[in-house]
């Protein structure tokens, strides 16, 4: 009985996510299904996907997520040149591990990040869960720059970020978004296998 009543919940509040929501949605999906496949179609449906949520983030003081989509724009651009071979002869950029230095980076971008935006939310905004919004905010954009790099962690930070995710946006009432976080997180786990079995180097140590 408890069951079929979060089942009923769910479907009725799915019946009530918008269109911009679901097309968010579905590109966004899209986008991580072509990361995985390592395919230079993750950065336009990105686009479309996290300008949308730009949107969307703001109509629920989302304040955070809000800002990093708007930081996926122009690292979606970065990565797309990264992405693209620079001439015929020169081949694409390979998906590796990341060094010692780039895991520093990493990490101490990441306090960095976080640090800062727990401070701009809980004193310049109306945030009702600053320290969750900074965090998978903070994590979200650690993941799209070693993902640029085609850095095979990119795949742990999304996991972590997902986690994160998937109860804050559906206490948000966005639940399609939920949904897609839970979709991204199953995503995340492949990607990471697949591009572990291509990755070229060593591990950082």
């Keep these: 009985?408890?069951?079929?009543?979060?089942f009923q919940t769910l479907y009725e509040n799915v019946l009530a996510s918008t269109?911009?929501?679901a097309i968010a949605v579905i590109t966004g999906l899209l986008s991580v299904w072509f990361a995985k496949k390592e395919n230079i179609l993750v950065y336009p449906t990105g686009i479309i996907s996290v300008l949308i949520y730009v949107y969307l983030c703001l109509?629920?003081?989302?304040?955070?997520?809000?800002?990093?989509?708007?930081?996926?724009?122009?690292?979606?651009i970065y990565g797309w040149v990264k992405w693209s071979r620079k001439s015929g002869d020169k081949p694409a950029r390979p998906i590796t591990w990341a060094t010692r230095q780039e895991w520093i980076i990493?990490?101490?971008?990441?306090?960095?990040f976080f640090?800062?935006?727990?401070?701009?939310?809980?004193n310049y905004t109306d945030s009702n869960v600053p320290v969750w919004d900074?965090?998978?905010?903070?994590?979200?954009?650690?993941?799209?720059w070693l993902m640029a790099l085609?850095?095979?962690e990119n795949w742990l930070a999304w996991i972590v970020g997902d986690l994160?995710?998937?109860?804050?946006?559906?206490?948000?009432?966005?639940?399609?978004?939920s949904l897609q976080f839970t979709i991204f997180l199953i995503l995340a786990i492949a990607g990471y296998i697949e591009w572990s079995s291509k990755g070229k180097g060593q591990r950082a140590k």
């Design 106 to 112: 990493s990490v101490v971008g990441f306090i960095v």
């Design 19 to 21: 269109w911009p929501e």
């Design 164 to 177: 994160i995710s998937i109860p804050l946006f559906a206490s948000k009432g966005l639940v399609l978004t």
């Design 1 to 6: 009985m408890i069951l079929l009543s979060i």
């Design 115 to 122: 640090v800062i935006l727990v401070f701009i939310l809980k």
């Design 59 to 76: 109509s629920v003081k989302l304040y955070a997520d809000m800002s990093i989509n708007a930081f996926y724009f122009v690292m979606s």
């Design 134 to 144: 900074a965090m998978t905010t903070a994590i979200f954009i650690i993941g799209m």
């Design 150 to 152: 085609k850095k095979i």
